[in-house]
């Protein structure tokens, strides 16, 4: 089993649409959860994290996470074609004898105008 | 506008060739990491530096790979001899140790091997 593992898509949503990113982890002792974006031909960068059990809003992204389902998910309301973009799910696991963010394969969005 | 550096952003070499991949972290951050990008297997963890010590290389091919961190402000990713399946994109990442899960990345190092 992969250690974060994300449907690769792509997912296709039209504008003002919900888009929703489902990401599943392995190990049950992670804390900490992180959604990175990445534009086409763009380095990874942060837009949202979440630590606890339940929902957590920032603007237009909401950060959903179940620890006993081993689960994180990420919706992106009133989708906009600037939203279009790989989202990728990081996790972060203790390895080596330290906290290590292990990231999945992402999620291709494309938000159809 | 404090942002991670990394040299050059584009490289294309023939097999067996060294290649060496510069990085410079945001001042301050003691964490440093170097992740390669392909299609198949996405950002893969290669080498991870805290206070510039060497922390997991696990990830890396030992026998052509090699990272080091010979001061605050720079890392460096050495693949000798580079081979065809070494063609990705390579990223160097810092960030703190207080928060371990946010990363901020440089523009990546695009590699070709011939």
């Known amino acids: 089993q992969k250690e974060v593992e994300q449907n690769s898509g792509p997912l296709s949503v039209p504008e003002g649409a919900i888009a929703s990113l489902n990401c599943t982890y392995s190990?049950?002792?992670?804390?900490?959860f992180f959604w990175y974006r990445q534009y086409s031909g763009k380095s990874p960068e942060l837009i949202m994290f979440?630590?606890?059990?339940g929902d957590k809003e920032d603007g237009r992204f909401t950060a959903q996470l179940n620890k006993a389902s081993q689960y994180v998910s990420l919706l992106i309301r009133d989708s906009q074609p600037s939203d279009s973009a790989t989202y990728l799910c990081?996790?972060?696991?203790?390895?080596?004898?330290?906290?290590?963010?292990?990231f999945g394969k992402g999620t291709k969005l494309s938000v159809i105008p | 506008d404090a942002r991670v550096t990394q040299t050059p952003r584009h490289k294309v070499t023939e097999m067996g060739q060294e290649v060496t991949m510069r990085c410079q972290p945001i001042?301050?951050?003691?964490?440093v990491f170097w992740y390669r990008q392909t299609m198949m297997q996405g950002l893969e963890l290669l080498a991870y530096?805290?206070?510039?010590?060497?922390?997991?290389d696990s990830g890396m091919p030992k026998d052509r790979f090699s990272a080091e961190m010979p001061d605050a402000t720079l890392a460096t990713l050495k693949i000798q001899p580079s081979e065809p399946r070494d063609s990705a994109v390579y990223f160097c990442?810092?960030?703190?140790?207080?928060?371990?899960?946010?990363?901020?990345f440089g523009e990546g190092s695009r590699l070709t091997v011939l």
């Open positions: 990442a810092s960030g703190s140790e207080s928060n371990t899960g946010e990363l901020f």
């Open positions: 190990d049950r002792g992670s804390q900490s």
């Open positions: 979440i630590y606890s059990n």
């Open positions: 990081a996790v972060n696991m203790f390895r080596a004898g330290s906290y290590q963010l292990t």
């Open positions: 001042l301050g951050h003691n964490t």
């Open positions: 530096f805290r206070n510039r010590a060497p922390l997991d």
